[in-house]
């Protein structure tokens, strides 16, 4: 278990670091468990420690979310789930490696394209709907929705308070979501939840060192090096899996 204590701990850290800094570190805590925890059981590991920062984090930001904006997201975000539940059915660890690294470089590739392209169309109905989705799908499967959710928010015009407390509520209906398709897929048991309870330490290690050193780097040097990082995981997962 010293190895998988040590993949634990780090995950834990990188969770805790991410929610409590400038965030976008979701597209490398699954690549980081996978070390020791191969394939869809890396799942039911991240959920609850993303639950525990969701409470953490949420409870100063609990009010201000624009409901309207998400009740917008909701629908088809919950398909999104739904649709990646299917692709967990049954699948092995080879070709979830070979999914995740695709994934992952599919949330960089519209992270940038959100990055350049930016402006009122992304309030447009059709658009809402397609992020919803692609929130959903890309959340259950690779817990790598984050920079995109956070992207889109930024162009829907709220003030900070708001749009920092609908992006918590986000993440907390998101990983809640995932809580049921977890459960019955099999992935989200006791056992599951116990092994998450060791990251715990790194996780309040994590958040503790990010909340101190939110300032040390800008968020735009900080988003460059996820992203290198991110890249550098897919390829991983794509290649030498």
């Known amino acids: 278990m010293g190895f998988e204590l040590i993949v634990l701990t780090v995950a834990g850290f990188l969770t805790g670091f991410s929610k409590f800094s400038v965030g976008g570190m979701g597209l490398l805590i699954l690549p980081v468990l996978m070390l020791a925890f191969p394939g869809t059981s890396a799942l039911g590991i991240i959920v609850p420690l993303f639950m525990i920062t969701d409470v953490l984090t949420m409870w100063p930001y609990r009010r201000g979310a624009d409901w309207q904006l998400i009740a917008k997201l909701l629908p088809t975000m919950l398909a999104g789930i739904l649709a990646g539940s299917l692709l967990l059915t049954d699948i092995d660890v080879q070709l979830f490696s070979l999914l995740l690294g695709?994934?992952?470089?599919?949330?960089?590739?519209?992270?940038?394209?959100?990055?350049?392209?930016?402006?009122?169309?992304?309030?447009?109905?059709?658009?809402?709907?397609?992020?919803?989705?692609?929130?959903?799908?890309?959340?259950?499967?690779?817990?790598?929705?984050g920079p995109l959710v956070s992207l889109f928010l930024?162009?829907?015009?709220?003030?900070?308070?708001?749009?920092?407390s609908t992006r918590c509520w986000m993440a907390s209906l998101t990983n809640l979501a995932k809580v049921p398709v977890l459960m019955y897929l099999g992935l989200l048991t006791q056992e599951s939840v116990e092994i998450s309870l060791l990251a715990i330490p790194g996780l309040l290690l994590g958040g503790l060192i990010g909340y101190c050193f939110l300032n040390a780097v800008s968020a735009a040097q900080f988003k460059w090096i996820i992203r290198g990082l991110a890249a550098l995981a897919a390829t991983k997962l794509l290649f030498f899996s």
């Not at 930016?118 to 447009?124: E, M």
């Open 154 to 164: 930024l162009e829907q015009k709220l003030s900070k308070r708001n749009y920092v």
């Open 102 to 145: 695709g994934l992952i470089l599919l949330a960089l590739l519209l992270g940038m394209l959100l990055d350049r392209m930016g402006s009122g169309w992304l309030r447009k109905p059709l658009v809402v709907a397609v992020m919803g989705f692609f929130t959903g799908i890309i959340g259950l499967l690779a817990n790598a929705a």
